[in-house]
């Protein structure tokens, strides 16, 4: 394998000797890895530190001292830890230069503060995932936070269950207002600046390949979004662009933004899905996070309403008079789990298929309802030129329709509105 080495521009013939040899050394212990496993209260441990080994009679061939280089979360409530053995005093003696070497001055630790945990009833926004789910994060608890575990229960008082151990997540406000934008292109010309305050929460690394997968979403204000781009401006500020918008059923909340609005990053590896039943709609969860040092935030009271199991809304609202006199109104379903990406109904989730349809009293969004028919199993529906006259005393030239699909524990979700021209 090879290995790229940063040196010093000269060197003298001994330097370079020794330099190598101890590159050679290294080589040589690294080739033993270690693997194991750490508690939650080991998580101030970082790659890059050492840790000394007891003896043990059952490991002869473990060293003394172990040089930690990855570390990651597994199991829950424990860390996944990969080191390589370490010798004290391997790299004294590869120093260049004659001159004793100025002691280096530490920026002071950042400081821990208590972690808060945000709950967010979404529809799914990674998979694999349980459906229906609750996304929780950890945010809050100052820059010196490296992970908390979040925790519920169904009383204020206990008994608590882990939910995850999660590092914080990047959340912020945004400092510039979002336009609105296309929902079906993606959209170049808007953009946002967001203030997370804390640099290291985020991923500077997002590419276009992240937005087209569904990696980099964000959740601003109440539309879901990805982005393509996101570019540091200063300390703690983004810039995120390059989005493609209203995701997951969002397109209602385009042009509902605001300055100092609420910004999560939904980045799949700082947040967890847990899951809960549709029977459990109206129940109040408790949620709490726990930093390593053992503080306990603020308790996070969250009413499951079931707003993340709403079906979205229909597309392709449209209508067409018929020869008889009738009017066949149709429309495409979209499905919380699929979306509608190809014009085409998508495979359904719900149990059964059920719509509401509205016939306006006016081609007005905000006007009457002049009839409502519930529609099973077909996403059409024939408007009788009787039914027209007794709704109109006419055949109306225009229509303004609603229609929204109904799920089975959550009744009607959001409507789609269109005015035509049958």
Do not use: C, N
């Not at 990855?70 to 830890?81: H, N, S």
């Not at 820059?143 to 912020?172: I, K």
């Not at 079906?311 to 066949?328: H, M, N, Y």
């Not at 509401?356 to 099973?376: F, G, K, M, N």
């Amino acid at each position: 394998d090879r290995q790229a080495v940063e040196l010093p521009l000269v060197l003298t013939a001994d330097e370079a000797a020794r330099i190598a040899r101890t590159l050679a050394d290294e080589a040589l212990v690294g080739r033993d890895r270690w693997r194991f496993r750490l508690g939650f209260g080991d998580l101030l441990l970082e790659p890059g530190d050492v840790i000394a080994l007891a003896p043990d009679p059952r490991l002869p061939m473990m060293p003394a001292r172990l040089r930690i280089e990855r570390m990651a979360f597994g199991t829950p409530g424990l860390i996944e830890v990969e080191a390589v053995a370490d010798h004290d005093g391997l790299h004294a003696t590869a120093r260049p230069g004659a001159d004793d070497i100025a002691p280096v001055t530490t920026a002071p630790a950042r400081a821990e503060g208590l972690a808060e945990v945000t709950v967010l009833d979404l529809p799914p926004v990674v998979e694999p995932a349980p459906d229906p789910g609750l996304v929780v994060m950890v945010t809050g608890g100052g820059g010196g936070l490296r992970a908390a575990r979040v925790e519920v229960a169904d009383r204020a008082d206990g008994p608590w269950r882990e939910v995850a151990v999660l590092a914080p997540a990047a959340s912020g406000t945004a400092t510039t207002l979002l336009a609105t934008g296309p929902a079906t292109l993606r959209d170049d010309l808007a953009s946002v600046t967001v203030d997370f305050g804390d640099d290291l929460r985020v991923d500077a690394g997002i590419t276009e390949a992240d937005a087209e997968s569904g990696r980099s979403l964000a959740l601003i204000g109440a539309e879901i979004l990805s982005f393509g781009a996101i570019e540091r401006l200063s300390a703690g500020l983004w810039r995120l662009s390059r989005l493609r918008r209203g995701l997951r059923g969002t397109e209602a909340a385009i042009g509902a933004h605001a300055i100092g609005e609420t910004v999560h990053l939904l980045d799949p590896e700082r947040l967890a899905i847990m899951g809960w039943r549709p029977a459990d709609i109206g129940a109040v969860l408790h949620f709490r996070a726990v930093t390593p040092a053992g503080a306990i935030g603020p308790t996070r009271i969250h009413s499951l309403t079931g707003a993340g199991l709403r079906p979205f809304r229909p597309v392709d609202l449209q209508a067409k008079r018929q020869t008889d006199g009738s009017v066949l109104i149709r429309w495409l379903r979209a499905d919380r789990l699929a979306g509608w990406t190809d014009g085409a109904d998508e495979p359904m989730s719900e149990t059964a298929e059920r719509y509401q349809l509205d016939i306006l009293a006016s081609p007005i969004e905000t006007a009457a309802i002049r009839r409502t028919v519930i529609v099973e199993g077909a996403g059409s529906w024939s408007y009788s030129a009787a039914q027209q006259y007794a709704d109109f005393f006419t055949s109306p030239a225009t229509l303004g329709l609603k229609v929204a699909q109904i799920g089975a524990a959550t009744g009607p979700g959001p409507a789609r509105y269109a005015t035509v021209v049958p």
